[in-house]
């Protein structure tokens, strides 16, 4: 046995053994919502009146009623004597993940998870948590990991970044590190009257006719239009402060480097390695990237038009 | 580093070559880094796996391959391993 299956789910639980084996349990209650995020249509079952009050409010324009749903998600219940309880001040927030060949699993703050990845794919989210704002923070955890999973599957990836919409409707989807200036972006867009698809994660597909979209999001840190729809993606701009504006195409190995290290949850997974790299080298073929160096309140979009011209 | 210091590519990491240049990844951490031609060629020739090469072997490869003067790819090569040791992507095995 690995320390990694040892150690995995010893941070949030008691018992980390007692880790489901299978994927059942005791229903929260009878309530159910389909979502379609990024063309994938989600069914959560089993929630409680209340959960599913708080999802509903969370992510009206991504309800659908398509009955063609293609993943599940069993919702259940845990009991809060479960998990440890963590004094979360000053305490930065990372999942305990488990990669397996056909299904990841995951523990965070009040809940723990398993995903089979199929085809089809399906989900087990076991949690403690039904007032609104604890059962939101444990089940978008969850579903974050479960929309990169999705994605991937799908010739797509879910990245941390900021995507814009362009006077032209094309969107730009801007990457770097925690500081980089993803929220920076994303308040000058706004300011200028752009549409944000969200200021931290979105989903980039490559679509039918070979046309890469990024789709809107239902997952934000400050800004987000939270609408669902697509757009095509103009191109991929890695984020550098400075002291004035510049756009410097970047070759297609520096694209998918810029992309990889943006790629939540799935890029340590040793697993889908070749399925991430594989879509990674599909986006850098098809859409530019660039380092685009900027000021805090410049417009820079002039020069991205100029860049994307050329 | 010493000309008889073996190298190999650690483990935890992943290569792929783009074109002429290389990305390298860090599994364990997804740290990511690209590197330009000389940089991707240098990581061609270090193993993996079960293998290692004497930095002087490398350095050997490379010189028959790039014209360029011996000493200063030797120092560029030099900073170039010691980083990679220190990052992770390299190990190294004295004699």
């Not at chain 2, 599994?27 to 270090?46: H, M, P, S, W």
Request: glycine residues 8%; proline residues 4%.
């Amino acid at each position: 046995m690995t320390s990694l299956a040892v150690n995995f789910g010893a941070r949030y639980l008691v018992e980390p053994a007692r880790f489901p084996n299978a994927c059942v349990g005791t229903r929260w209650g009878t309530g159910a919502l389909a979502l379609d995020v990024a063309g994938e249509r989600f069914c959560i079952r089993g929630l409680s009146a209340r959960q599913e009050q708080t999802l509903r409010q969370l992510w009206p324009r991504f309800e659908t009623t398509d009955p063609s749903t293609r993943v599940r998600i069993d919702v259940f219940r845990a009991e809060a004597s479960s998990f440890q309880r963590i004094d979360v001040r000053n305490w930065g927030y990372d999942l305990d993940i488990d990669h397996r060949e056909d299904a990841v699993r995951m523990v965070g703050l009040d809940f723990m998870a398993d995903v089979r990845l199929g085809p089809p794919m399906n989900g087990a989210f076991w949690t403690s948590a039904e007032k609104p704002r604890a059962f939101h923070g444990a089940f978008e955890n969850f579903f974050r990991l479960l929309t990169a999973y999705s994605l991937l599957e799908r010739k797509g990836v879910l990245f941390h970044s900021a995507a814009v919409v362009g006077d032209d409707g094309s969107a730009r989807l801007f990457v770097g590190q925690s500081g980089a200036g993803k929220s920076t972006v994303s308040k000058l867009a706004r300011a200028s009257e752009r549409l944000v698809l969200s200021d931290d994660l979105n989903s980039v597909l490559v679509g039918a006719s070979g046309t890469v979209h990024v789709a809107g999001s239902p997952f934000f840190g400050e800004l987000g239009a939270r609408i669902a729809g697509s757009y095509p993606l103009a191109g991929i701009y890695r984020l550098k402060k400075a002291a004035s504006e510049r756009v410097q195409p970047m070759s297609p190995a520096e694209t998918i480097a810029s992309l990889l290290s943006c790629s939540p949850f799935v890029n340590r997974d040793p697993h889908r390695a070749e399925a991430l790299w594989k879509n990674l080298a599909t986006l850098a073929e098809r859409v530019p990237g660039a380092v685009l160096s900027f000021r805090r309140h410049a417009d820079f979009w002039p020069l991205l038009r100029e860049g994307e011209a050329s | 580093m010493r000309g008889n210091v073996l190298l190999k590519r650690s483990p935890s990491i992943r290569y792929r070559l783009v074109g002429n240049e290389g990305v390298v990844v860090r599994q364990d951490t997804a740290e990511v880094i690209a590197v330009n031609d000389v940089g991707a060629r240098f990581l061609e020739l270090v193993p993996a796996d079960d293998g290692a090469r004497t930095f002087e072997s490398v350095r050997d490869a490379l010189l028959m391959e790039y014209d360029v003067d011996k000493d200063v790819l030797e120092r560029d090569l030099d900073a170039f391993a010691r980083a990679l040791t220190e990052a992770g992507v390299l190990e190294t095995v004295e004699p």
